[in-house]
């Protein structure tokens, strides 16, 4: 089957699984109608048109045998397999500020979980004032924040995350950013409070509304590491989603303090992080994706550390 084939799929997830996954990529794709449908059968559910906008996995809503609403994710051959983490990681909060997870189906590297409604993102939410949206943010990060147990499985580390950023040498990736993002990595995650389970992708479009006034967290990945590198995930978000604004330093600057004085943080201490995040995104989105690459890493400088 050509692309054309594909079309019923956001051209953002086919992009992206052509680009990171290759052939194995194309073969899910052809695939995966029959994988929603055995889905279907298992679960006693009717999957819906899939989110649009998805990038990275297949989402879809569905319903169930009673008519309630549900979420099915499919997970492409992405190599380390991330669904199962974010499994591991909704079970392990029981449906606290975040979606319950109902099945798993390893096999199909899929997951049935709640919908949370309303369900706006924070960037639909609070589109015309982005700095509104750190207050919740940080109420549902209190809510959803824990110490690392030990007994995690299928989980990611930073330190595994940033091992991979030392692959850059010998490429054409900017070598005075990876360095610096390493040394500010090396410093900072043997800090004290470091060792906690976290969301892992904690940004404004994995932070919903459920109810009137109050949020949840979806989508994890499950990550052991540092509470910085997750606020400086939803900082750098916050960075892309207004960076068109002349205001925007000032902006940034306020979101800093608001974090690090509610996590008893330092605020350069979190801008250090923010910069080395971003480093390690633009590494991930060159070596993986080499073709939607787009010299990224230089935003990074908005940190100015």
Same mark, same amino acid.
């Given at each position: 089957?050509? @692309? ?175 360095? @610096? ?125």
């Amino acid at each position: 089957m050509g @692309k054309d084939s594909h079309k019923w799929l956001p051209p953002e997830l086919v992009a992206h699984v052509t680009a990171g996954c290759g052939a194995p990529g194309e073969i899910w794709l052809t695939e995966l109608p029959d994988m929603i449908r055995q889905l279907e059968e298992l679960w006693s559910i009717s999957a819906l048109p899939p989110f649009p906008g998805i990038e990275y996995n297949f989402v879809a809503p569905a319903k169930n045998r009673n008519g309630e609403d549900v979420v099915l994710k499919i997970a492409p051959p992405w190599d380390p397999i991330e669904i199962f983490g974010e499994a591991e990681y909704l079970r392990s909060r029981e449906g606290v500020a975040c979606a319950k997870l109902i099945a798993e189906e390893r096999d199909s590297k899929a997951i049935l979980i709640e919908r949370i409604f309303p369900g706006e993102a924070l960037f639909v939410r609070f589109k015309n004032r982005p700095e509104d949206s750190v207050a919740p943010a940080i109420d549902v990060l209190r809510a959803i924040l824990r110490p690392c147990s030990g007994s995690e499985t299928h989980i990611a580390t930073q330190d595994a995350w940033f091992d991979g950023l030392r692959k850059y040498s010998g490429t054409e990736f900017p070598a005075d950013y990876a360095f @610096k993002a390493l040394k500010i990595y090396e410093r900072l995650s043997g800090a004290p409070r470091g060792n906690y389970y976290l969301h892992g992708d904690y940004h404004p479009g994995n932070i919903v509304t459920a109810g009137s006034n109050s949020f949840a967290a979806i989508d994890p990945k499950g990550l052991v590491g540092h509470l910085g590198h997750e606020i400086a995930v939803f900082l750098n978000n916050l960075h892309w989603w207004q960076e068109k604004d002349p205001g925007v330093r000032e902006k940034l600057d306020a979101a800093v303090l608001q974090f690090a004085s509610a996590f008893d943080l330092s605020p350069q201490d979190l801008r250090e992080w923010a910069f080395a995040q971003m480093v390690l995104g633009a590494w991930w989105n060159f070596s993986d994706m080499p073709l939607l690459y787009d010299g990224g890493v230089v935003k990074a400088d908005i940190w100015d550390v």
